[in-house]
């Protein structure tokens, strides 16, 4: 099974938005409403930012939207913040198989 | 609030077994509801799904290193465990536990992760 595929970096300004891309197959992010996405900051666990496509946990600020189109899903960050800086992965679930992506590292300007 | 905690050596040896432990406080281990999974980040590199067991023992693993991992789970203590065989040096990664959701799939609560080093 090979990693979900996402833009090696994305940036932007404060007050901008960023939208990162995670493209898998009909198997994994095409074919179930699991997508999900964490953000890392450097020498910290990834933390959970989105839940099935576009559900957001407790506590995560309404600026992270998630969506899915095919086999494609993406994160908007809005309204870009200084602290919004880290690296951003997808996941999928793939039957009974767990899928992350390549990670995207975001930049604000 | 629930907490997972790494365990374990944090060097090991080529072509020896890799063994950690995740402690779980603030929540049973036996929840009907939830998955338990190990995930692990070479340096500087992305994340890798390891494996992911229930607390009845059912086990999924990851296809590519399904031949070397054996998860196991002890309710008694609360714990789960991870073992990865005949270890190389792109075994060296931090190794996170992490509770899973049985609906959603996602990773709510993560350990700290902890770093194991192969080399002799």
């Known amino acids: 099974q090979s990693a979900l595929t996402q833009p090696p970096s994305a940036s932007g300004s404060p007050g901008q938005s960023v939208t990162i891309s995670c493209t898998g197959t009909s198997s994994d992010v095409g074919g179930y409403n699991y997508v999900s996405w964490y953000q890392q900051h450097p020498g910290k666990a990834p933390k959970l930012m989105i839940y099935?496509?576009?559900k957001r946990p407790s506590g995560v600020p309404d600026r992270f939207s998630g969506s899915k189109s095919g086999n494609t899903a993406s994160l908007t960050v809005s309204g870009l913040q200084a602290e919004d800086e880290a690296d951003y992965y997808c996941?999928?679930?793939?039957?009974?198989?767990?899928?992350f992506g390549t990670g995207t590292k975001v930049t604000v300007l | 609030q629930l907490q997972l905690q790494e365990s374990g050596p944090g060097l090991v040896k080529p072509s020896e077994t890799l063994s950690l432990s995740c402690t779980v406080s603030g929540g049973s281990i036996s929840s009907s509801t939830y998955y338990w999974g190990w995930i692990r980040q070479p340096p500087g590199k992305g994340l890798e799904w390891i494996g992911t067991?229930?607390?009845?023992?059912?086990?999924y693993y990851n296809p590519s290193l399904k031949s070397r991992v054996t998860m196991s789970v002890d309710t008694s203590k609360n714990q789960f465990s991870l073992k990865v065989s005949s270890v190389t040096a792109a075994d060296t990664a931090v190794y996170y536990c992490a509770r899973q959701g049985l609906y959603n799939y996602d990773y709510d609560y993560w350990g700290q992760g902890t770093l194991v080093t192969v080399s002799s």
């Open positions: 996941s999928s679930y793939a039957g009974h198989n767990n899928l």
């Open positions: 067991i229930y607390y009845t023992g059912t086990t």
């Open positions: 099935e496509v576009n």
